[in-house]
């Protein structure tokens, strides 16, 4: 069983995870690896690697399906959200060619890409969330009313977040973020919850994860928390997402004045903390390959270790100039 991950970048432990899993059910499969650079580090851990064009690109599916051909791909997994819409657009040509791309709907996809789409979600499906001003609401703002959150509405990996305390900093973040939304700030803690979905759309585990630091938008210390009632909160807004499928990572926040969870995003693929739910237990390669094998997986809720920290630090991969140039 051969898979290929699209944007590889940095997601090594990940696809060493695919790898293991690949052993342990005892399935004969390569990892490949796809990336628009040369200096992706995921590209020299895999077996093979491609470089390909850009995902905004005419020729970038094309592309993806020459290497998914040649090389017998019979699952594709995407790592970064710029392609996701794309891939859901596509699957039924990946599809043709016996390729299965482990990827939502384009509508859910859409939910989840622009944050803005999210908060009507969220609002439509009385989930709490963090409240987005419009611009009538913003030229009432009083200085009680900060401080505020200023970020792009499709944004990723925290660029372009920034907290506004009065009305100087809010116009001047505004200004200066392409794609801006204005939002209430939320106080508390901060979690990413990894949901698996399986391929008959259901919910069959969820690990909170809660972020003790981050690094460029990145969790660089967590700790697994078996919270019930945030578990039984994600279920409830994972499940209203249609055709959610494979990993979905979902941020909330423990708030601090009333202890109510809150959603401020859902991703639909994995997250760069994944690994932390991996080594507690909750094998999500595992149950993407035995879905695609045998038609089931042993997912469940209850096979993860709670209170596991992930305290991450640099490692370095060298290579040959050659291979980069």
Same mark, same amino acid.
């Given at each position: ?29 390569? +990892? ?18 491609? !470089? ?12 993806? +399906? !020459? ?6 791909? *019979? ?15 596509? %699957? ?6 016996? @390729?299965?791309?482990?990827? $939502?709907?384009?509508? @859910? ?10 908060? @009507? ?15 009538? *609401? ?18 990723? $990996? ?8 009065? %009305? ?33 759309? !259901? ?17 660089? %210390? ?14 409830? $807004? ?10 979905? @990572?979902? *941020?909330?926040? %423990? ?8 959603? +401020? ?20 390669? !595992? ?9 089931? $997986? ?25 291979? +980069?140039?």
């Amino acid at each position: 069983m051969n898979i290929l991950f699209t944007s590889a970048g940095r997601r090594v432990s990940l696809l060493r995870s695919f790898r293991s899993a690949l052993k342990e059910l005892n399935v004969e499969g390569e +990892i490949f690896s796809a990336d628009a650079g040369t200096t992706a580090p995921a590209s020299f851990v895999s077996d093979k690697n491609f !470089k390909v064009p850009r995902a905004d690109a005419n020729d970038y599916i094309p592309s993806l +399906i !020459k290497i998914c051909k040649e090389n017998d791909v *019979q699952l594709l997994i995407s790592l970064i959200d710029t392609d996701l819409g794309l891939l859901s657009e596509n %699957k039924e040509l990946f599809a043709s060619i016996g @390729t299965k791309v482990l990827v $939502c709907d384009k509508a @859910t996809n859409d939910i989840c890409f622009n944050k803005s789409h999210s908060y @009507t979600f969220f609002k439509n499906n009385d989930i709490e969330t963090a409240e987005i001003l419009n611009d009538s *609401q913003i030229s009432m703002l009083e200085q009680q009313d900060f401080p505020l959150l200023v970020k792009p509405w499709d944004g990723s $990996c925290s660029v372009g977040v920034n907290i506004a305390r009065d %009305k100087e900093q809010l116009h001047f973040y505004k200004k200066h973020t392409k794609n801006a939304i204005v939002q209430r700030l939320i106080v508390g803690e901060e979690y990413t919850c990894d949901a698996y979905v399986d391929f008959e759309g !259901k919910v069959r585990c969820v690990v909170p994860r809660k972020r003790l630091e981050t690094r460029a938008g990145e969790v660089s %210390k967590g700790l697994t928390v078996r919270d019930p009632e945030m578990i039984n909160a994600v279920i409830n $807004c994972v499940s209203k997402l249609h055709h959610a499928i494979g990993c979905m @990572t979902v *941020q909330c926040f %423990k708030q601090k004045s009333n202890g109510k969870i809150a959603f +401020i995003e859902i991703n639909p693929r994995f997250g760069g903390g994944h690994p932390l739910s991996i080594h507690a237990g909750a094998n999500f390669p !595992k149950w993407i390959i035995q879905e695609m094998l045998y038609g089931s $997986c042993d997912a469940n809720f209850d096979d993860w270790t709670d209170d596991l920290a992930m305290l991450r630090f640099d490692d370095e991969i060298i290579v040959p100039g050659e291979k +980069i140039r």
